[in-house]
C-alpha cells in the first residue's frame, strides 16, 4: 500500500515548511531520476516551504509506461465503474476541503476563500465528469433495413495535461474528470511553483480507489513538458498557461500529429458605459479586477469607460483604497512577479497615464512576502504596453472611448479573446456589444464570465489554440475519438442498401 501524502497542517497563514514533492508514478512517490530539485516558495513570506522534484525525459518515459501498462484495464472498466472513484474524490476532496485551502493558500498566495473556491469549483468541474455516467452514451440509429449505424465514443489511450500556477486544483480538474471517466489514463505536469496541490489530488485519487498508474504525476519544468508532448505513446495534450508557451506547445504537438487543446493568456475587457449601474458596475469591476491578486486569465484587467462615467471611476477607486493586503488581497507568486508588475506601472506612468491609485509602495502584511497593492491607472492608451499586453497582476488600467463602438473597436484589436463584458442596463446596448467582441466567453453586468458547468470553458484567438472547449462536453469529446459502426443483422437478403 504506497503512503499518502502527509496531512498539510497549516490552519493559519503563519509560514509551514511541508514535505518533499516527489512524483506520484505507478502508486508510488517516485523522487526524479537525477535526484534533483526546486524549492517551493510560500509567496506571502517569500520563504521556501518545500521542493519539489525536477524531473527529466527519463522520469517522464516512467510514468507514461506507467499509464500505457494501466490502459487496457482501466478501458475495459464499464465508464459507470469508472466514475464511482470520481464519486469517491469528490466526498474525500470535500472530507479535506480545509486542508486542501490552507495548501492552495500557502503554496499560491491566496487569501483563503479564494483558496477554498479554487478547490470549491474544482468540485464542480469533478460533478461534471460524475455526471458523464448519464450523459456519455453513443448514438444508433437503424440507417436501413436490418442495418443499423452507431457511435460510441472510444478512449484514446495515454493522455496528459500540463498546467499553471494560479489554480492549483481547479485547473488539473478541468482535465482529470473528462479524461479518466472516458477511460484514459493520464500523465499530469503541475506547475512546479505550486506542486502540491496536484500532490494531494493524486493522494486522494489513490484513497478513492483509482488503480495504480491510472493517473501519475511528472513535476518539473520545461525539459519535463517536451519530453511529454514529445513522448510517441502521448496521444493528446491539454495545456493552461501563457500564451507564449501554449503557442509554442500546440505547434510541436501538432507537427508530431497530436490532439493538442492548448488554452493561453489574457487581456480582457470590461466596457462600462453611462447608463450602467453605478454601484453594480464598481463593486464587480474591483472583485474582478484584484480577485486572486489579479492573477486571474478571466480578470477584468482593462476598463474601456465609454463617455461621461466619473462617478463610477470614482467610486471603483474609492473601494479600492478600502482593500486590505493580507486580508482582501494575497501576495503574487514571486519577487519576479512583482519586479514585472512595477515595470508596467512605471511604464504607463512614463507614457502619460495617470497613477489613480498606487499599489508600488505598500507595507507588506508581516514585514515580507511580495506584494503589489491594488493598483488603477487612468487614461492608458491602447498602444501602451499596460493597454495592450496581460499584466497578470492587480492592476486595472483604464481607457476613456468616446462611444461604444470605439471601445468595442479596441477589444477587437487585442490577440487575445478569453472574456470581454459590457455594464449597461440597455438590452440593446449589451446585444450590440456581444454580437461584435472577439472573445469566446462574454458576460453582461458580469465581472468574471466564467462560464459554470456545465457550460465549457475556452476563449477565442490568441486565448485559446486548438477546437473546442476544455471543459463541459467538449472536454469529453477532446479526450475520446468516435467510432463508427455499421452492422447488418437481418436475415432477409435487401439489397437496396449500399452492398
Ligand atoms: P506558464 O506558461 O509560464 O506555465 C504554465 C506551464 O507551462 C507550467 O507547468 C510550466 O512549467 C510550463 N512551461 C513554462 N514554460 C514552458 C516552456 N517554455 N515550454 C514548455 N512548458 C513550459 O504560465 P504560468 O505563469 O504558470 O500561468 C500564468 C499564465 O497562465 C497567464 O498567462 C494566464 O493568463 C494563463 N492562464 C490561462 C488560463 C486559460 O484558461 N486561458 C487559465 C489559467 C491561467
Same mark, same amino acid.
Given at each position: 500500500?504506497?503512503?499518502?501524502?502527509?496531512?498539510?497542517?497549516?490552519?493559519?497563514?503563519?509560514?509551514?515548511?511541508?514535505?518533499?514533492?516527489?512524483?506520484?508514478?505507478?502508486?508510488?512517490?517516485?523522487?526524479?531520476?537525477?535526484?534533483?530539485?526546486?524549492?517551493?516558495?510560500?509567496?506571502?513570506?517569500?520563504?521556501? #516551504?518545500?521542493?519539489?522534484?525536477?524531473?527529466?525525459?527519463?522520469?517522464? %518515459?516512467?510514468?507514461?509506461?506507467?499509464?500505457?501498462?494501466?490502459?487496457?484495464?482501466?478501458?475495459?472498466?464499464?465508464?459507470?465503474?469508472?466514475?464511482?472513484?470520481?464519486?469517491?474524490?469528490?466526498?474525500? #476532496?470535500?472530507?479535506?476541503?480545509?486542508?486542501?485551502?490552507?495548501?492552495?493558500?500557502?503554496?499560491?498566495?491566496?487569501?483563503?476563500?479564494?483558496?477554498?473556491?479554487?478547490?470549491?469549483?474544482?468540485?464542480?468541474?469533478?460533478?461534471? &465528469?460524475?455526471?458523464?455516467?448519464? #450523459?456519455?452514451?453513443?448514438?444508433?440509429?437503424?440507417?436501413?433495413?436490418?442495418?443499423?449505424?452507431?457511435?460510441?465514443?472510444?478512449?484514446?489511450?495515454?493522455?496528459?495535461?500540463?498546467?499553471?500556477?494560479?489554480?492549483?486544483?481547479?485547473?488539473?480538474?478541468?482535465?482529470?474528470?473528462?479524461?479518466?471517466?472516458?477511460?484514459?489514463?493520464?500523465?499530469?505536469?503541475?506547475?512546479?511553483?505550486?506542486?502540491?496541490?496536484?500532490?494531494?489530488?493524486?493522494?486522494?485519487?489513490?484513497?478513492?480507489?483509482?488503480?495504480? &498508474?491510472?493517473?501519475?504525476?511528472?513535476?518539473?519544468?520545461?525539459?519535463?513538458?517536451?519530453?511529454?508532448?514529445?513522448?510517441?505513446?502521448?496521444?493528446? #495534450?491539454?495545456?493552461?498557461?501563457?500564451?507564449?508557451?501554449?503557442?509554442?506547445?500546440?505547434?510541436?504537438?501538432?507537427?508530431?500529429?497530436?490532439?493538442?487543446?492548448?488554452?493561453? &493568456?489574457?487581456?480582457?475587457?470590461?466596457?462600462?458605459?453611462?447608463?450602467?449601474?453605478?454601484?453594480?458596475? %464598481?463593486?464587480?469591476?474591483?472583485?474582478?479586477?484584484?480577485?486572486?491578486? &489579479?492573477?486571474?486569465?478571466?480578470?477584468?484587467?482593462?476598463?474601456?469607460?465609454?463617455?461621461?462615467?466619473?462617478?463610477?471611476?470614482?467610486?471603483?477607486?474609492?473601494?479600492?483604497?478600502?482593500?486590505?493586503?493580507?486580508?482582501?488581497?494575497?501576495?503574487?507568486?514571486?519577487?519576479?512577479?512583482?519586479?514585472?508588475?512595477?515595470?508596467?506601472?512605471?511604464?504607463?506612468?512614463?507614457?502619460?497615464?495617470?497613477?489613480?491609485?498606487?499599489?508600488?509602495?505598500?507595507?507588506?502584511?508581516?514585514?515580507?512576502?511580495?506584494?503589489?497593492?491594488?493598483?488603477?491607472?487612468?487614461?492608458?492608451?491602447?498602444?501602451?504596453?499596460?493597454?495592450?499586453?496581460?499584466?497578470?497582476?492587480?492592476?486595472?488600467?483604464?481607457?476613456?472611448?468616446?462611444?461604444?463602438?470605439?471601445?468595442?473597436?479596441?477589444?477587437?484589436?487585442?490577440?487575445?479573446?478569453?472574456?470581454?463584458?459590457?455594464?449597461?442596463?440597455?438590452?440593446?446596448?449589451?446585444?450590440?456589444?456581444?454580437?461584435?467582441?472577439?472573445?469566446?466567453?462574454?458576460?453582461?453586468?458580469?465581472?468574471?464570465?466564467?462560464?459554470?458547468?456545465?457550460?465549457?470553458?475556452? !476563449?477565442?484567438?490568441?486565448?485559446?489554440?486548438?477546437? !473546442?472547449?476544455?471543459?463541459?462536453?467538449?472536454?469529453?469529446?477532446?479526450?475520446?475519438?468516435?467510432?463508427?459502426?455499421?452492422?447488418?443483422?437481418?436475415?432477409?437478403?435487401?439489397?437496396?442498401?449500399?452492398?
Amino acid at each position: 500500500m504506497p503512503s499518502p501524502a502527509p496531512p498539510f497542517p497549516a490552519r493559519s497563514h503563519d509560514f509551514a515548511p511541508y514535505a518533499p514533492c516527489p512524483n506520484w508514478i505507478a502508486g508510488a512517490w517516485t523522487p526524479a531520476a537525477s535526484g534533483e530539485t526546486l524549492p517551493v516558495y510560500n509567496p506571502r513570506h517569500a520563504e521556501v #516551504m518545500g521542493h519539489v522534484a525536477l524531473s527529466g525525459a527519463a522520469d517522464v %518515459a516512467r510514468a507514461v509506461a506507467a499509464a500505457k501498462a494501466a490502459f487496457p484495464a482501466w478501458r475495459d472498466t464499464p465508464l459507470k465503474e469508472r466514475v464511482q472513484v470520481l464519486f469517491r474524490l469528490k466526498a474525500l #476532496m470535500e472530507r479535506d476541503l480545509d486542508e486542501l485551502a490552507w495548501l492552495v493558500s500557502h503554496e499560491n498566495g491566496k487569501v483563503l476563500p479564494e483558496a477554498k473556491g479554487d478547490v470549491l469549483k474544482g468540485i464542480e468541474c469533478l460533478e461534471f &465528469g460524475l455526471s458523464l455516467e448519464n #450523459m456519455a452514451q453513443g448514438e444508433q440509429l437503424d440507417v436501413s433495413r436490418g442495418i443499423n449505424c452507431s457511435t460510441t465514443h472510444e478512449p484514446l489511450g495515454v493522455c496528459a495535461g500540463v498546467v499553471p500556477f494560479n489554480f492549483p486544483v481547479m485547473v488539473p480538474l478541468w482535465m482529470l474528470p473528462q479524461a479518466l471517466a472516458a477511460g484514459n489514463t493520464f500523465v499530469l505536469k503541475p506547475s512546479e511553483v505550486v506542486p502540491y496541490g496536484a500532490l494531494k489530488l493524486a493522494s486522494l485519487l489513490q484513497e478513492a480507489g483509482l488503480p495504480d &498508474g491510472v493517473f501519475n504525476t511528472v513535476n518539473g519544468s520545461q525539459p519535463a513538458v517536451e519530453a511529454l508532448v514529445d513522448h510517441p505513446d502521448v496521444k493528446a #495534450m491539454a495545456f493552461v498557461g501563457s500564451t507564449k508557451v501554449a503557442k509554442l506547445l500546440y505547434a510541436r504537438g501538432a507537427a508530431l500529429g497530436k490532439r493538442m487543446l492548448c488554452l493561453g &493568456g489574457a487581456k480582457n475587457h470590461l466596457l462600462v458605459v453611462p447608463d450602467a449601474d453605478p454601484e453594480l458596475t %464598481a463593486t464587480t469591476v474591483v472583485a474582478s479586477a484584484y480577485g486572486c491578486a &489579479g492573477q486571474r486569465c478571466m480578470a477584468a484587467s482593462l476598463m474601456i469607460a465609454v463617455g461621461e462615467i466619473q462617478p463610477i471611476i470614482d467610486q471603483i477607486a474609492s473601494i479600492t483604497r478600502k482593500l486590505k493586503l493580507g486580508e482582501d488581497m494575497g501576495p503574487v507568486i514571486s519577487s519576479a512577479a512583482v519586479d514585472r508588475i512595477h515595470r508596467y506601472i512605471d511604464g504607463a506612468e512614463q507614457l502619460g497615464a495617470k497613477v489613480l491609485v498606487d499599489g508600488r509602495r505598500v507595507a507588506a502584511p508581516g514585514g515580507k512576502g511580495w506584494w503589489v497593492g491594488p493598483t488603477i491607472l487612468d487614461h492608458v492608451r491602447p498602444e501602451m504596453p499596460a493597454g495592450c499586453e496581460e499584466i497578470f497582476g492587480p492592476v486595472l488600467s483604464i481607457i476613456r472611448a468616446r462611444s461604444v463602438d470605439e471601445a468595442i473597436a479596441i477589444e477587437n484589436a487585442s490577440p487575445y479573446g478569453n472574456a470581454a463584458s459590457i455594464f449597461t442596463s440597455s438590452g440593446a446596448v449589451a446585444r450590440h456589444c456581444i454580437e461584435r467582441f472577439q472573445a469566446g466567453m462574454c458576460g453582461v453586468n458580469v465581472g468574471v464570465p466564467v462560464p459554470r458547468e456545465p457550460f465549457g470553458f475556452g !476563449g477565442w484567438n490568441d486565448s485559446l489554440f486548438g477546437q !473546442g472547449d476544455l471543459t463541459g462536453y467538449d472536454g469529453f469529446r477532446f479526450w475520446t475519438r468516435p467510432r463508427k459502426l455499421t452492422s447488418r443483422w437481418s436475415l432477409s437478403k435487401d439489397a437496396t442498401w449500399m452492398s
